[in-house]
Protein backbone atom coordinates (compact mmCIF):
# COMPACT_ATOMS: atom_id res chain seq x y z
CA UNK A 1 0.00 0.00 0.00
CA UNK A 2 1.33 3.59 -0.97
CA UNK A 3 1.17 6.21 2.18
CA UNK A 4 2.57 9.59 2.66
CA UNK A 5 3.41 10.91 6.02
CA UNK A 6 3.69 14.70 6.31
CA UNK A 7 4.99 15.15 10.26
CA UNK A 8 4.32 18.55 10.65
CA UNK A 9 0.95 20.38 11.12
CA UNK A 10 2.50 23.82 10.84
CA UNK A 11 5.93 25.09 9.88
CA UNK A 12 6.38 28.63 10.75
CA UNK A 13 10.12 30.40 9.56
CA UNK A 14 10.60 34.05 9.10
CA UNK A 15 10.98 35.66 6.50
CA UNK A 16 13.92 35.19 4.07
CA UNK A 17 15.23 32.19 6.43
CA UNK A 18 15.35 29.10 4.39
CA UNK A 19 12.18 26.64 5.00
CA UNK A 20 11.65 22.97 5.12
CA UNK A 21 8.48 20.77 4.68
CA UNK A 22 8.92 17.50 5.08
CA UNK A 23 7.56 14.33 4.07
CA UNK A 24 8.69 10.47 3.91
CA UNK A 25 6.77 7.93 2.20
CA UNK A 26 6.10 4.28 1.72
CA UNK A 27 5.23 2.68 -1.51
CA UNK A 28 6.67 -0.54 -3.18
CA UNK A 29 8.28 -0.20 -6.07
CA UNK A 30 9.61 3.12 -7.79
CA UNK A 31 8.24 6.46 -6.45
CA UNK A 32 6.82 8.74 -8.18
CA UNK A 33 6.89 11.86 -5.66
CA UNK A 34 5.11 15.41 -6.30
CA UNK A 35 4.84 18.40 -4.39
CA UNK A 36 1.46 20.83 -4.56
CA UNK A 37 0.33 24.17 -3.10
CA UNK A 38 -3.39 24.95 -1.82
CA UNK A 39 -4.07 28.76 -0.91
CA UNK A 40 -7.14 29.45 0.57
CA UNK A 41 -10.41 28.68 -1.24
CA UNK A 42 -8.29 27.33 -3.75
CA UNK A 43 -7.46 24.24 -5.60
CA UNK A 44 -4.50 22.20 -5.60
CA UNK A 45 -1.37 23.58 -7.73
CA UNK A 46 1.28 21.61 -8.63
CA UNK A 47 4.85 22.85 -7.44
CA UNK A 48 7.23 19.96 -8.60
CA UNK A 49 8.23 16.42 -8.75
CA UNK A 50 10.46 13.81 -8.93
CA UNK A 51 10.35 10.99 -11.48
CA UNK A 52 14.40 9.74 -11.77
CA UNK A 53 17.48 10.75 -12.08
CA UNK A 54 19.27 14.02 -10.41
CA UNK A 55 17.82 13.60 -6.79
CA UNK A 56 17.54 17.41 -6.32
CA UNK A 57 14.44 18.68 -8.19
CA UNK A 58 13.44 22.54 -8.55
CA UNK A 59 10.16 23.68 -9.63
CA UNK A 60 7.87 26.77 -9.20
CA UNK A 61 8.62 29.92 -7.60
CA UNK A 62 11.83 29.18 -6.11
CA UNK A 63 11.20 25.77 -4.56
CA UNK A 64 12.72 22.87 -4.91
CA UNK A 65 13.02 19.06 -3.26
CA UNK A 66 15.52 16.40 -2.19
CA UNK A 67 14.58 12.63 -2.88
CA UNK A 68 16.29 10.46 -0.90
CA UNK A 69 15.57 6.83 -1.67
CA UNK A 70 17.33 5.31 1.75
CA UNK A 71 15.56 7.76 3.76
CA UNK A 72 12.21 7.52 2.01
CA UNK A 73 11.67 11.42 2.26
CA UNK A 74 11.10 13.92 -0.78
CA UNK A 75 11.22 17.13 1.88
CA UNK A 76 10.28 20.61 0.29
CA UNK A 77 12.65 23.32 0.31
CA UNK A 78 12.89 27.47 -0.36
CA UNK A 79 16.45 29.64 0.11
CA UNK A 80 14.52 32.44 1.14
CA UNK A 81 10.73 32.47 1.99
CA UNK A 82 8.41 34.85 1.49
CA UNK A 83 5.37 35.95 3.16
CA UNK A 84 3.39 35.39 0.21
CA UNK A 85 4.81 31.14 0.22
CA UNK A 86 2.27 31.23 3.28
CA UNK A 87 -0.05 28.39 2.17
CA UNK A 88 -1.21 24.49 3.20
CA UNK A 89 1.49 22.29 0.85
CA UNK A 90 1.02 18.62 0.48
CA UNK A 91 3.36 15.97 -0.60
CA UNK A 92 1.66 12.82 -2.84
CA UNK A 93 3.25 9.88 -4.23
CA UNK A 94 2.17 7.87 -7.17
CA UNK A 95 3.75 4.12 -7.91
CA UNK A 96 5.47 4.13 -10.68
CA UNK A 97 3.56 1.16 -12.12
CA UNK A 98 0.00 -0.41 -11.94
CA UNK A 99 -1.89 2.19 -10.47
CA UNK A 100 -3.11 5.62 -11.05
CA UNK A 101 -3.65 6.27 -7.80
CA UNK A 102 -1.77 9.84 -6.31
CA UNK A 103 -1.71 9.05 -2.38
CA UNK A 104 -1.58 12.93 -0.49
CA UNK A 105 -0.17 13.21 3.09
CA UNK A 106 -1.98 15.47 5.54
CA UNK A 107 -0.90 18.62 4.62
CA UNK A 108 1.37 20.87 6.94
CA UNK A 109 0.30 24.42 6.93
CA UNK A 110 3.55 27.11 6.50
CA UNK A 111 3.33 30.15 7.62
CA UNK A 112 6.21 32.88 6.80
CA UNK A 113 6.60 35.88 9.12
CA UNK A 114 7.24 39.09 8.01
CA UNK B 1 -8.93 29.09 -20.59
CA UNK B 2 -9.00 26.64 -17.54
CA UNK B 3 -7.61 23.24 -17.57
CA UNK B 4 -10.08 21.26 -14.93
CA UNK B 5 -13.03 23.07 -14.27
CA UNK B 6 -16.10 22.07 -11.92
CA UNK B 7 -19.25 23.12 -11.68
CA UNK B 8 -21.03 24.89 -9.09
CA UNK B 9 -18.08 26.03 -6.79
CA UNK B 10 -20.63 26.06 -3.85
CA UNK B 11 -23.56 24.24 -3.10
CA UNK B 12 -25.61 24.49 -0.14
CA UNK B 13 -28.33 21.62 0.11
CA UNK B 14 -30.66 19.72 2.51
CA UNK B 15 -29.99 16.46 3.91
CA UNK B 16 -31.88 14.04 1.58
CA UNK B 17 -31.42 15.57 -1.30
CA UNK B 18 -29.87 14.99 -4.85
CA UNK B 19 -27.21 16.53 -6.13
CA UNK B 20 -24.94 16.61 -9.16
CA UNK B 21 -20.91 18.34 -9.48
CA UNK B 22 -20.12 18.44 -12.94
CA UNK B 23 -16.26 18.38 -14.16
CA UNK B 24 -14.79 18.90 -17.00
CA UNK B 25 -10.92 19.08 -18.64
CA UNK B 26 -9.67 20.36 -21.72
CA UNK B 27 -6.11 18.74 -21.19
CA UNK B 28 -7.02 15.63 -23.69
CA UNK B 29 -5.92 13.51 -20.48
CA UNK B 30 -7.28 9.95 -20.50
CA UNK B 31 -7.81 10.00 -16.51
CA UNK B 32 -10.04 11.61 -13.85
CA UNK B 33 -10.22 11.42 -10.57
CA UNK B 34 -12.83 12.75 -7.70
CA UNK B 35 -10.86 13.55 -4.86
CA UNK B 36 -12.64 14.51 -1.17
CA UNK B 37 -11.10 16.86 1.13
CA UNK B 38 -12.69 16.76 4.73
CA UNK B 39 -12.61 20.25 7.06
CA UNK B 40 -9.24 19.12 9.01
CA UNK B 41 -8.41 19.66 4.90
CA UNK B 42 -6.95 15.22 4.46
CA UNK B 43 -7.39 14.28 1.04
CA UNK B 44 -8.71 11.31 0.06
CA UNK B 45 -9.16 10.27 -3.37
CA UNK B 46 -12.93 8.86 -3.82
CA UNK B 47 -13.21 7.07 -8.01
CA UNK B 48 -10.85 7.38 -10.62
CA UNK B 49 -11.66 7.19 -14.23
CA UNK B 50 -9.67 5.67 -17.37
CA UNK B 51 -10.89 6.66 -20.75
CA UNK B 52 -14.35 6.42 -19.40
CA UNK B 53 -13.80 3.17 -17.38
CA UNK B 54 -13.89 3.35 -13.54
CA UNK B 55 -10.75 1.91 -12.40
CA UNK B 56 -10.59 3.25 -8.63
CA UNK B 57 -13.51 2.80 -6.39
CA UNK B 58 -12.18 3.53 -2.98
CA UNK B 59 -15.22 2.32 -0.77
CA UNK B 60 -17.06 4.82 -1.03
CA UNK B 61 -20.81 4.53 -0.14
CA UNK B 62 -22.72 3.92 -3.23
CA UNK B 63 -25.06 6.68 -2.53
CA UNK B 64 -21.58 8.38 -4.40
CA UNK B 65 -21.90 7.80 -8.22
CA UNK B 66 -19.72 8.84 -10.41
CA UNK B 67 -20.34 9.32 -14.40
CA UNK B 68 -18.01 9.32 -17.72
CA UNK B 69 -19.95 10.19 -20.24
CA UNK B 70 -16.68 11.17 -22.67
CA UNK B 71 -12.81 11.27 -21.15
CA UNK B 72 -13.16 14.72 -20.83
CA UNK B 73 -15.89 14.88 -18.63
CA UNK B 74 -16.62 12.86 -15.27
CA UNK B 75 -19.81 14.17 -12.95
CA UNK B 76 -20.45 12.86 -9.36
CA UNK B 77 -24.07 12.31 -8.46
CA UNK B 78 -24.84 12.11 -4.53
CA UNK B 79 -28.13 10.28 -3.42
CA UNK B 80 -30.01 11.29 -0.07
CA UNK B 81 -27.17 13.63 1.12
CA UNK B 82 -26.34 13.18 4.70
CA UNK B 83 -24.66 16.22 7.09
CA UNK B 84 -21.05 13.94 6.37
CA UNK B 85 -21.16 14.89 2.92
CA UNK B 86 -20.12 17.98 3.86
CA UNK B 87 -16.71 18.78 2.49
CA UNK B 88 -14.78 20.30 -0.94
CA UNK B 89 -14.92 18.22 -3.53
CA UNK B 90 -11.91 18.44 -6.15
CA UNK B 91 -12.10 16.65 -9.71
CA UNK B 92 -8.72 16.35 -11.33
CA UNK B 93 -7.02 14.53 -14.13
CA UNK B 94 -3.79 13.24 -15.46
CA UNK B 95 -1.97 11.71 -19.05
CA UNK B 96 -1.64 8.26 -16.99
CA UNK B 97 -1.22 5.06 -18.70
CA UNK B 98 -0.20 2.90 -15.82
CA UNK B 99 3.50 4.40 -15.09
CA UNK B 100 2.33 8.01 -16.48
CA UNK B 101 4.64 10.48 -15.43
CA UNK B 102 2.59 13.42 -15.23
CA UNK B 103 1.39 15.29 -12.35
CA UNK B 104 -2.66 15.68 -11.46
CA UNK B 105 -4.28 19.04 -12.49
CA UNK B 106 -7.11 19.90 -9.88
CA UNK B 107 -9.83 22.03 -10.63
CA UNK B 108 -11.10 24.83 -8.24
CA UNK B 109 -13.13 22.55 -5.97
CA UNK B 110 -17.15 22.44 -5.08
CA UNK B 111 -17.90 23.13 -1.64
CA UNK B 112 -20.65 21.50 -0.58
CA UNK B 113 -22.62 21.74 2.77
CA UNK B 114 -25.35 19.91 3.70
CA UNK B 115 -27.74 21.72 6.35
Redesign the interface.
Known amino acids: AQSVAQPEDQVNVAEGNPLTVKCTYSVSGNPYLFWYVQYPNRGLQFLLKYITGDNLVKGSYGFEAEFNKSQTSFHLKKPSALVSDSALYFCAVRRASGTYKYIFGTGTRLKVLA | DTA?SQTPKYLVTQMGNDKSIKCEQNLGHD?M?W?KQDS??????MF?Y?NKEL??NETVPNRFSPKSPDKAHLNLHINSLELGDSAVY?C?S?Q?P????T???????TRLTVV
Open positions: VTYYKKFLKISNIIFASAAGGTEAFFGQG
